[in-house]
Each structure stands twice: as structure tokens, then as C-alpha cells.
């Protein structure tokens, strides 16, 4: 619960990272940063072709290299991929060095938010439905280990979660100091 400079968000695919991260940064009129733009803009290959070309080992390491790099700024927002958390280091840099927000998600929400996606090839599955319950029951164990806060990110309106999500960090800001920007 430490108030620190940055502002993490973290939870399943579909969860809304990089779209609230968005709006909130926007809102704080902090900069925004997303884990996935920063890994394609260091690769200069897009998420895909990183999956078709390294694997999904190849893709994890360019992420721990990315996750590095951004959690060694101050105060931005950074959504993160999905995944990041799968990574002990990853998780344990996210938590010194910054707050974190998980977005919590439905697997029903997510199947109807990502129908039709073709840009995440952990997707890319004959069951999308038992793809997303595996990765869940993975990973919902380490978002919440490492949340500071958990907003239930189920709303069908980006805007209503972003704000409640405003509301909730205000609140929590009043009883802690707010993290300082750079
Ligand atoms: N609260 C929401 N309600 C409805 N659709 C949403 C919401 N948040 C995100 N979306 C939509 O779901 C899709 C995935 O959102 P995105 O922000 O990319 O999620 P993430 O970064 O967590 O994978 C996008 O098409 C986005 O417009
Ligand atoms: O859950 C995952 O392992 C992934 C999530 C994606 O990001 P979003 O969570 O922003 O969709 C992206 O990092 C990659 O396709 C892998
Ligand atoms: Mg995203």
C-alpha cells in the first residue's frame, strides 16, 4: 500500500489496461505508457509477428526488458499485458515501484470484449473460453498478490470505470499522501 510515483495497471486481456490507462493518465495529465507499444517500438515488430518470429519466450524476455525500462521512470501510468505478472521479477519491480490498480474481469466479459480479435496470439485458440479459465486460474492468484487496489472492470462504459477508478485512488489518496510526479 505504499504511495509511490507511478501508477500501474494490471489484469487479464480485455480487462481495459491500455484503454483506462489511457483516459486516467489524461485525467491526472500524467504520461501514459503501454507495455505492449513500448515492447513493439524497441522490436519495431508488432506483438504478432514477435509471437510468430521468438515464441512466446522470446516475447516474455523483450517484456522483463520493457517492464524494466518503464518501471524505472516516475510518474506515469503504465498498463501492462496480461502476462507481466507470470514473471517474479516483473511482479516484484511493479511492486516497489509503483501503485498498483487490477483490473478484474470476467472471463465472459472478456470473450464478448476480444470476439473479434486477431492481435493476441495467446488468443489464437480452438476454445478461447477454456485458453482464458486457464490463464485465469494462473494468473488471477498473482494479480491480486501484488494489487494494491482491485476495481471490478466489468462495466460495459470505459469512461464509468475510469472514474470510479478516480474515485477510488482519490479516496485512497486521502488517507496517504498522492504519488509525487517526476
Ligand atoms: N469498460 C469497457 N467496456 C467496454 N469495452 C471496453 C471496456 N474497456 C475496454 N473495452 C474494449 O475492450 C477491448 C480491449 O480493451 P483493452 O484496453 O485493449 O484491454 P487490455 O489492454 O486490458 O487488454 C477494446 O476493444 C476496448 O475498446
Ligand atoms: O495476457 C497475455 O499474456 C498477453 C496480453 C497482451 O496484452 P493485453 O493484456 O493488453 O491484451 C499482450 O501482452 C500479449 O498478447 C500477451
Ligand atoms: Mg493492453
Redesign the pocket.
Known amino acids: 500500500m505504499n504511495p509511490a510515483p507511478n501508477l500501474f ?1 494490471i ?12 483516459r486516467l493518465a489524461e485525467q491526472l495529465q500524467l504520461p501514459f505508457h ?1 507495455l ?1 507499444h513500448v515492447i513493439e517500438e524497441q522490436t519495431g515488430a508488432a506483438i504478432p509477428l514477435i509471437f510468430e518470429l521468438e515464441g512466446e519466450a522470446g516475447f516474455r524476455r523483450r517484456e522483463c526488458a520493457a517492464l524494466a525500462d518503464c518501471t524505472a521512470l516516475d510518474g506515469i501510468v503504465l ?1 501492462t ?2 502476462g507481466a505478472v507470470l514473471d517474479p521479477h516483473n511482479r516484484e519491480l511493479l511492486a516497489a515501484r509503483g501503485f498498483i490498480v487490477y ?1 478484474e ?1 470476467a472471463v465472459d ?1 472478456q470473450l464478448s ?2 470476439a473479434r ?1 486477431r492481435k ?1 496470439p495467446l488468443l489464437a485458440a480452438p476454445d478461447r473460453r477454456e485458453r482464458l479459465e486457464q490463464m485465469a486460474a494462473l494468473r488471477n492468484p498473482l494479480y491480486r498478490s501484488i494489487a494494491d487496489l482491485t476495481v471490478i ?10 472514474s470510479e477508478l478516480i474515485q477510488r485512488l482519490q479516496q485512497q489518496w486521502r488517507r496517504e499522501p498522492a504519488p509525487a510526479a517526476a
Open positions: 495497471l489484469g487479464p486481456m480485455g480487462a481495459g489496461k491500455t484503454t483506462i490507462g489511457r503501454d505492449d498498463a499485458g496480461g483490473l474481469t466479459i470484449r476480444l480479435d493476441r472492470s466489468d462495466n460495459e462504459h470505459a469512461a464509468h470505470v475510469a
